[in-house]
């Protein structure tokens, strides 16, 4: 099964993982947890570059980049994981690009598509968790925890677009995402998220 956890800057994914992985894990299940970009050696660097500060990056070449990190991180990954019966849970898969490339540097969404139906495989998220804050909260929390990266320093309306499509994305596919207020406590928000999986789980007979 493959869980992915989806939000702008400072959603709060990567937490939310960390306690959902060590959760199902003390509940007997195998657990794979990953992350795009990145989650293989080729990815994490090419994921050093480009999101390094500074770093003068075109729009088109920064969406193939993602697209091949992705096309090396299901083969190497993903795949496999599913394939031994595992539960992968990926911070960030195929919505993300849509959202960031698609909606937020304005690649046609065709394209992104078709490219993304190539380096997948066909394979889907059984269910997507859309940590949902604004682009404003979000980003404080992201400063106040680390350096921004490149596109964490982008301006507010990119931001703003990319929370936008990510709700757009969840409209029209509401079976499979589950959006969760992000502003939440983190200790509630994991309940709320450990029930919808443990609901979901029982639903694929996992």
Do not use: W
């Not at 800057?9 to 060590?22: C, H, R, V, Y």
């Not at 990145?38 to 090419?46: I, K, P, S, Y």
């Not at 304005?106 to 269910?127: A, F, M, Q, S, W």
Request: with cysteine; net charge neutral.
């Amino acid at each position: 099964m493959l869980i992915t956890f989806e939000g702008i800057e400072g959603s709060g994914k990567t937490t939310q993982i960390e306690l959902l992985s060590d959760y199902l894990a003390g509940k007997g299940y195998g657990v794979v947890k990953t992350r795009e970009p990145g989650g293989t050696r080729f990815g994490e660097a090419l994921r050093e570059v480009l999101l390094r500060p500074g770093m003068d990056v075109d729009s088109l070449s920064e969406l193939l980049v993602f697209m091949a990190m992705r096309a090396q991180h299901v083969e190497e990954v993903i795949l496999p994981a599913l394939q031994d019966g595992k539960v992968v849970l990926c911070d960030r898969f195929v919505d993300a690009t849509y959202a960031y490339q698609g909606y937020g540097r304005k690649i046609d969404l065709g394209v992104i598509e078709t490219l993304n139906r190539l380096v997948t495989k066909g394979i889907r998220p059984n269910l997507t968790i859309l940590m949902n804050v604004t682009a404003e909260r979000g980003l404080k929390r992201k400063a106040a925890a680390s350096a921004m990266d490149r596109i964490e320093e982008e301006d507010i309306s990119f931001h703003q677009r990319v929370k936008k499509a990510y709700e757009k994305l969840a409209k029209e596919d509401p079976k499979r995402f589950f959006v969760v207020d992000g502003s939440l406590k983190v200790e509630a928000i994991h309940q709320v998220v450990r029930e919808k999986v443990g609901n979901v789980l029982k639903s694929y007979g996992v």
